[in-house]
């Protein structure tokens, strides 16, 4: 690798990038960008875990708190092998203005361990997860930082992260972890509103950069819990779904590939690349194969100013965070090829658990109609207030005139508190 190329594959560089783009249309000075950019805590934890053959594994983690101007921390946890703890603080920042976008009362955080979940027992992920939360207890709390799912991490965790909280800290708050089981205080729709709120705003901006989302032709990164429910709500939209890939490899059918074929084989053999029509492709190729719609929904960086020029789709939609570095910000924005943000595409999963914290402070159980209809809404608002945006400034992409709206909230926030 080229300096060049690992610099390109920090993330928080990336955003940092990304923040002083928005910073120079919001005349911001360079202290304000410092001050921004900056987390105002970051906790490093050593973590360990006794395994079968009697030798103790020791991990690293990191809690990064990256603003809380508009109020608790909230954030997904990540269990990763290639985490740091500068992806983590970048996840915190894309996560303050998330959450800022979509008017929630939070502001960003982030969690990683640097682990390969899937070298652990489950006796030894159990211990991983609880012991990662004895260190991490002060700092949690429903009214101070609020974790939630994010890659490979489910409902399991955050029933062992609430369990073991509720022991060291002597709280019964509920309200500390969403993305729980529902026997917990969860919400059904958490575990879908991620896909769900994917498959909605693509819709929207299918309708407004294509000519709708019918028949389009979709490829889609990640076949974990964003990527699966997306395809599966985007299939029911009347999309065609003829990409999708896994850690192992990716499959490509113009025919079209049945979501329950996908999840069925997903299921009984480990990957997607098992479908058994279509063909075999590694992620690389997929992410430069013709489609209509692009959505890169596993991990960050892979679309960057190597591969952007090669990019066949017509609209992508970014499904993870961080898919796209700042130089292929730039190489589409020349292109004419609109790019959807994470901040906006992905914030189905953090209005989800807006909605389960809610419910758990209020004491309060919400139907599921009623939940998808309040997610939905909130998502289509914030499209709404980024697509006005976009015209206004005339010459910006999408992602710029979403971090607009959403830095200058946090900045006006941090102005009012006399922090900046
Ligand atoms: N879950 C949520 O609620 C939210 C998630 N996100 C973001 O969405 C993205 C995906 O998260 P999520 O679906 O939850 O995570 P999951 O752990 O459920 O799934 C991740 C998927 O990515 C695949 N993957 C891992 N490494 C690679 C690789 N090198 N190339 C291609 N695919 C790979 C995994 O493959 P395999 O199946 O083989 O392991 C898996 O299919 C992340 O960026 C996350 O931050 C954003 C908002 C909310
Ligand atoms: O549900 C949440 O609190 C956060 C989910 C998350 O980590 C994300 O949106 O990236």
């Known amino acids: 690798m080229t300096v060049e190329e690992v610099l390109s594959s920090n993330l928080y560089t990336q955003q940092i990038k990304k923040l002083y783009r928005v910073g120079e249309i919001l005349g911001l000075q360079d202290d304000q960008l410092e001050a921004l950019a900056t987390p105002e805590r970051v906790i490093q934890v050593k973590i360990q875990v006794p395994s079968s053959n009697g030798k103790i594994k020791t991990f690293t983690g990191w809690r990064s708190q990256h603003n809380s101007a508009l109020g608790p921390y909230k954030g997904g946890v990540r269990y990763h092998p290639n985490v740091t703890q500068d992806e983590v603080i970048a996840l915190s920042m894309i996560m303050t203005w ?4 979509l008017q929630l ?10 682990v390969d979940p899937k070298s652990l027992s489950r006796t030894e992920l159990e211990i991983l997860s609880r012991n990662f939360i004895d260190a991490l207890h002060k700092y949690i709390g429903s009214d101070l930082d609020i974790p939630a799912p994010d890659v490979n991490t489910d409902s399991q965790i955050m029933a062992w992260f609430l369990d073991e909280y509720i022991k060291v800290s002597g709280k019964v708050d ?3 972890f969403t993305g729980k089981p529902v026997e917990l205080g969860g919400i059904s729709v958490r575990e879908y509103s991620t896909g769900l709120g994917v498959a909605h705003i693509t819709k929207l901006a299918a309708e407004k950069f294509l000519d709708g989302i019918e028949g389009k032709r979709v490829i889609i990164q990640g ?13 029911e939209m009347g999309a065609k779904i003829v990409g999708v890939s896994d850690s192992k490899g990716g499959v490509i059918d113009y025919n079209g590939l049945d979501f329950n074929k996908l999840m ?44 952007a020029p090669k990019v066949k ?16 910000d730039e190489i589409m ?14 914030s189905g999963g953090v209005v989800g658990s807006y909605v389960e914290w809610a419910n758990n402070k209020m004491g309060e159980i919400i139907e599921e109609e009623e939940a998808k209809k309040l997610i939905l809404n909130r998502m289509e608002k914030a499209f709404s ?23 200058e909230r946090v900045v006006n926030a941090m102005k009012a508190r006399g922090l900046i």
């Open 174 to 176: 509920l309200g500390a």
């Open 313 to 328: 789709a017509k609209l992508i939609v970014e499904g993870a965070n961080g898919p796209l570095t700042a130089d292929a």
């Open 105 to 114: 009362p939070y502001g960003g955080g982030k969690a990683g361990i640097r």
């Open 385 to 407: 207030e980024m697509y006005s945006k976009y015209n206004k400034l005339g010459d910006q992409d999408l992602r710029t005139s979403a971090m607009v709206v959403a830095v």
């Open 264 to 307: 069925e084989v997903k299921k009984t053999t480990g990957s997607v690349i098992n479908y058994p029509e279509g063909k075999k492709v590694t992620n690389d190729e997929l992410l430069i194969s013709e489609c209509d719609i692009l959505i890169p929904g596993a991990l960050e960086n892979v679309i960057n100013k190597f591969n």
């Open 223 to 235: 076949f974990g819990n964003l990527g699966s429910f997306t395809a599966k709500f985007l299939s």
């Open 98 to 101: 998330k959450n800022s976008l």
């Open 333 to 346: 924005k020349q292109r004419g090829i609109p790019v959807v943000p994470d901040i906006l595409a992905n």
